[in-house]
């Protein structure tokens, strides 16, 4: 990581605070969905409105993703990038409908396991705007 | 766990919930990462991108036999299931031993080592769970 990483991390639209939150608020949901199905419970309200939000925030960062490639920026990688930013904002429904459809622990572990790749997906994302050479 | 009614537990609740869920993760991990690569660079590694597809089809193949939960639903995932484990287990051996075979990743090189090892570790929980929910005889 040099100079030229931090530039290209500065122009980054998926690289500031929002990424960061979602990143902590999806980490958040996972553990708490994870003490939920170890002590056997269904999918809580604390766990729709944590993915609620996330999915909020998910979309925020594309629209500020969007605007800034509708400034001229340009993602490294376009094709990954938008992959990574559709599936992204996917998510949280997903799991949201799945976990509705199962009121019960595994629901809980559905919540966990989609939270867990999120993050994943997200710093893919920023991966796949900051390409410098390939 | 001993089933107390003949009825086949059905393969879509509970776990089985949770599988079709990362069944549908991969499905839509591998999908998008075949299609870009196939889409886009094609000619720089056709053998490792053909056999993204094949992953991507099976994945997606197998979330839908498990949700389908059917008889025939059981029998197509236990397909894509065997299927599935062959493969991670046979890329994985080639691709340590002949890395020429495959220049670039696909989702079952180095036994799926770029995804956790979630797909050696996935095929595995479905042949399970397809076993602990399999017809009990009467």
């Known amino acids: 990581m040099g100079p030229m990483t931090s530039a290209a991390a500065a122009n980054s639209p998926v690289d ?3 990424a960061t939150a979602s990143i902590v608020l ?3 949901v996972a553990v708490w969905a ?3 199905a170890v002590r056997h419970r269904p999918p809580d309200r604390l766990q729709f409105v944590g993915l609620g939000v996330l999915e909020v925030v998910l979309l925020v960062l594309s629209v500020l993703a969007l605007v800034a490639v509708g400034g001229g920026d340009r993602p490294g990688e376009p094709g990954a990038f938008f992959g990574y930013l559709v599936t992204l904002v996917c998510l949280p429904p997903l799991a949201w409908v799945l976990a509705r459809m199962e009121p019960t622990r595994w629901g809980s572990a559905i919540v ?17 705007w900051e390409v410098l050479g390939g | ?10 393969t879509n609740s509970g776990p089985g919930r949770l599988l079709i869920a990362v069944y549908l993760l991969f499905a ?3 999908t998008s990462r075949a299609g870009l690569q196939i889409a886009t660079k094609f000619d720089e590694a056709p053998v ?4 993204s597809g094949v992953a991507a089809l099976i994945y997606i193949v197998a979330a839908v036999g498990l949700a389908r939960a059917g008889h025939t639903g059981r029998r197509v995932a236990l397909a894509c299931c065997s299927v599935e484990l062959v493969g991670v287990v046979a890329v994985g051996i080639l691709s340590l031993a002949d890395k020429e075979l495959f220049p670039d990743e696909t989702v079952w090189s180095q036994f799926g080592s770029g995804y956790g090892y979630i797909p050696l570790v996935l095929p595995v929980l479905g042949l399970i769970w397809l076993w602990r929910t399999r017809r009990t005889p009467a």
Do not use: D, H, K, N
């Open chain 1, 112 to 128: 966990c396991a989609v939270c867990l790749v999120a993050p994943v997906v997200v710093v893919r994302l920023q991966q796949t």
């Open chain 2, 28 to 30: 839509i991990a591998a």
């Open chain 2, 48 to 51: 490792a991108y053909l056999l």
């Open chain 2, 1 to 10: 766990m001993v089933e107390t009614g003949p009825a086949p537990r059905r």
């Open chain 1, 26 to 28: 999806s980490l958040l």
């Open chain 1, 16 to 18: 500031g605070i929002l």
């Open chain 1, 34 to 36: 994870l003490v939920a």
